[in-house]
């Protein structure tokens, strides 16, 4: 059985619910930019793409339009972090698996499509920040589902390929590892359906953090 010693989680869907904070933030920001506002099912079909990635998955005629590309981009920045009232809180379970996996010497790490800004904000409003060795996000690697953070965070800790585990909620979570022939874990809480994602072959589909703790402590 393989013993894991770096667990890589995504971050929106997968530790922290806050698919109704996106979508909230999307919604906000389009109507801000004379878009359309998208229903919520086809706006949280793509959380965790970084941002411009995003934006354009859902308005493609942007990518002809740069100054309104970027207009949305700020106005969504703006609305997540500033103006959405709409709360975001860690899933049940959440920190206890973190510290448990922290005091069994497993090295713990982020991969996200969030913003460098967003992430740091979030992670201080939590409380998080000290139970990571690394965290990546676009802004200093690429966006999912392109592998490089996954990369960079296996040089920077020294760590093999087969010894580390991708933890996430999305085909894009899903796909990134695949792409590099990293392990992966689908969790059914976040945003897309476990049938979509137990087509990339994961080593374990589980429904909740609990599950997920109890299977990390039979494999690290």
């Known amino acids: 059985m393989k013993k894991y010693k770096l ?31 998208l229903p919520s099912h086809e706006c949280k079909q793509i959380i965790g793409l970084a941002l411009d990635k995003a934006v354009l998955t859902l308005y493609p005629h942007l990518e002809q339009d740069q100054e309104k590309l970027v207009s949305m981009c700020e106005a969504y920045t703006m609305n997540f972090l500033e103006q959405s009232d709409v709360q975001m809180i860690p899933f ?17 790490a982020i991969a996200t499509g969030k913003s460098r800004k967003g992430l740091n904000q979030v992670l201080a409003e939590c409380g998080f920040e000290p139970y ?38 999305t085909t894009f979570d899903m796909e990134m590892a695949r792409n590099c022939g990293m ?38």
Not at 7 to 35: H, K, P, Y
Not at 92 to 108: H, I, S, T, W, Y
Not at 190 to 211: I, R, T
Request: aromatic share 4%; with cysteine.
């Open 7 to 37: 667990v890589i989680f995504d971050w929106d869907g997968t530790l922290m619910n806050s698919e109704g904070r996106i979508v909230d933030a999307l919604q906000l920001a389009a109507r801000e930019c004379g878009l359309e506002v």
């Open 92 to 108: 049940d379970g959440a920190e206890a698996m973190l510290l448990n996996l922290r005091q069994q010497g497993v090295k713990l």
């Open 132 to 169: 990571f060795d690394i965290t990546r996000t676009p802004v200093e690697s690429a966006s999912k589902p392109d592998p490089l953070m996954l990369t960079q965070i296996l040089e920077a800790l020294n760590i093999a390929i087969e010894d580390a585990v991708m933890v996430g909620d």
């Open 183 to 220: 392990d992966r874990i689908a969790l059914s809480h976040g945003v897309h359906q476990m049938e979509v994602l137990a087509e990339y072959d994961p080593v374990a589909c589980l429904d909740s953090l609990q599950e997920l703790n109890m299977w990390l402590m039979q494999n690290i």
